[in-house]
């Protein structure tokens, strides 16, 4: 089983534990797999609540200036002759650059994480006072934002990614106009470096969210990634953008 927690575009967390003993109830020898980027491996302890494999996208957090690509897999004792073996036949190797770039970024985790966490719910609760933002912000370290609950009780703190939903579907036009003229967020799919980013989603057209159908798509759904920037530069900027589309 393969899960992804908070998922990464409407952001809610997951009852981890309650999905493992699910699944080992019905399946007991079940490799059960964790997306576990956006905590950046440290945020959350994925094998100390059942996950087999713990995997993330180490380009972004543990590597933190978008200067390489590199991804890591942890498991625990049960997985690892075959992770390994798997790895050997595949031919995965990290050159050595990569791996001093991915070094370095480690060196800094600590601190990146914390600011992260600081200047993300500082713009999330920004956000859920804006008039033009639906009464959802889908960050899970916001009180009533989806699992929240369960980002409280096994989380350690939480990173720069999250989303929220505009009271407006803005057309093609409106949303290019939009994206286009921010100072500081750039447009980007990937996150975890130093730079914020903005990205529109349409998570209606994404087969795995549809047939939840209690989720209001009648907004569009913004993605940001909050960087290292200044907070209240931030802020201003998608102050500036919200300006442009009244």
């Not at 956000?127 to 609950?149: D, F, I, M, T």
Request: proline residues 3%; negative net charge; contains cysteine.
């Amino acid at each position: 089983m393969f899960l992804e927690s908070p998922g990464s575009i409407t952001m809610e967390v997951h009852d981890v534990p309650a999905i493992v003993a699910a699944v080992r109830s019905v399946v007991p020898d079940a490799i059960i797999m964790i997306d576990n980027t956006w905590a950046a491996g440290v945020l959350f302890k994925a094998l100390d609540f059942g996950i087999d494999v713990s995997i993330q996208a180490a380009t972004k957090y543990l590597v933190g200036h978008s200067d390489a690509m590199i991804g890591t897999a942890v498991c625990n004792a049960r997985c690892w002759e075959q992770l390994r073996e798997n790895a050997y036949l595949m031919g995965q190797m990290v050159d050595a650059d990569t791996a001093y770039i991915t070094s370095r970024g480690l060196r800094t985790l600590g601190v990146r994480l914390r600011q992260h966490h600081e200047s993300s719910l500082k713009v999330a609760e920004w956000l859920a006072e804006h008039p033009q933002v639906r009464a959802r912000v889908n960050h899970p370290a916001l009180p009533g934002s989806k699992g929240h609950e369960f980002w409280k009780r096994d989380f350690t703190g939480s990173s720069g990614l999250f989303s929220f939903v505009l009271k407006k579907k803005l057309n093609d036009e409106e949303l290019a106009n939009y994206l286009d003229n921010f100072s500081l967020f750039s447009m980007a799919y990937s996150w975890g470096g130093y730079e914020s980013l903005i990205l529109a989603n349409q998570p209606e057209h994404i087969a795995a969210i549809r047939p939840q159908g209690k989720i209001d798509f009648s907004g569009t759904l913004i993605r940001l990634h909050i960087g290292l920037e200044d907070v209240d530069d931030l802020i201003a900027d998608l102050d500036a953008g919200f300006a442009r589309i009244v």
